[in-house]
């Protein structure tokens, strides 16, 4: 089964620290989307990939996140500085230009201390 | 700009039985979809099920089916026949719309299914 994947699936790391995540999407999907999900609460999104290009991100996403697509392939997702406000489950989801489903990776979740 | 509603925090069923989870929308787009994902305790969201809002009839894929009410802005999930491994969240979603397609979700629903 070649669906999402995401690495790592947790992390604990302590406030100060710079973290970054992997998401490798469905081979064929050239649209790749990540989220952020608090407890209680449905996943929201935070940046958009199309192929390489990031073409939006939202206000959720601070100065202190970048998101990388070299190559259109997997992506990845830096947080510097980290918060305890950060702690959260990262989701990372795909999806082809002629399909309106978009499908998640495992998630990440990130517990800061 | 797009809203989802849902107003059932938790909901229990016994096994065997069917439920139906509720969901409410607000869009001003013409045409728009919606969207039910499952997340289990594990936290992958598992898609289920997609409506189109022009589509004629309403969804269905194996025990799922959604119970698309235009008028009222609904699309109810409802779960035929519930197992055991039915119990999880239940998140309704929907496209912000333009180009991104980014989804925007309710709260979600808890689904205890009991033996």
């Known amino acids: 089964d070649t669906g999402v994947s995401q690495d790592p699936r947790h992390k604990i790391t302590k406030r100060g620290q710079n973290v970054t995540f992997r998401c490798d999407p469905i081979?064929?999907?050239?649209?790749l989307y990540w989220y952020r999900q608090t407890l209680g609460q449905g996943p929201e999104f935070l940046t958009y990939f199309q192929n390489e290009a990031q073409l939006e991100k939202s206000r959720l996403l601070s100065d202190r996140f970048s998101a990388e697509r070299p190559k259109g392939s997997f992506s990845t997702l830096e947080i510097q500085r980290t918060e305890q406000g950060d702690s959260a489950m990262y989701l990372c989801?795909?999806?082809?230009?002629?399909?309106?489903?978009?499908?998640f990776g495992p998630g990440t979740r990130l517990t800061v201390t | 700009a797009q809203k989802i509603t849902q107003t059932q925090p938790g909901m229990f069923v016994q096994e065997k039985e069917a439920v139906t989870l509720d969901c409410t929308y607000d869009t001003s787009d013409p045409s728009y979809g919606l969207f039910w994902y499952k997340q289990p305790s594990s936290g992958e969201m598992i898609f289920l099920i997609y409506?189109?809002?022009?589509?004629?009839q309403n969804a269905t894929e194996g025990r799922y089916s959604l119970n698309f009410q235009k008028a009222r802005k609904s699309a109810n999930l409802v779960i035929s026949a519930s197992q055991l491994g039915d119990s999880a969240m239940y998140f309704c979603?929907?496209?912000?719309?333009?180009?991104?397609?980014?989804?925007?979700f309710g709260t979600g629903t808890l689904l205890a299914v009991q033996p």
């Open positions: 081979s064929e999907h050239n649209r």
């Open positions: 989801a795909s999806r082809r230009d002629t399909d309106y489903e978009q499908y």
């Open positions: 409506q189109g809002s022009y589509d004629q």
């Open positions: 979603a929907m496209p912000r719309g333009g180009a991104t397609n980014k989804l925007i």
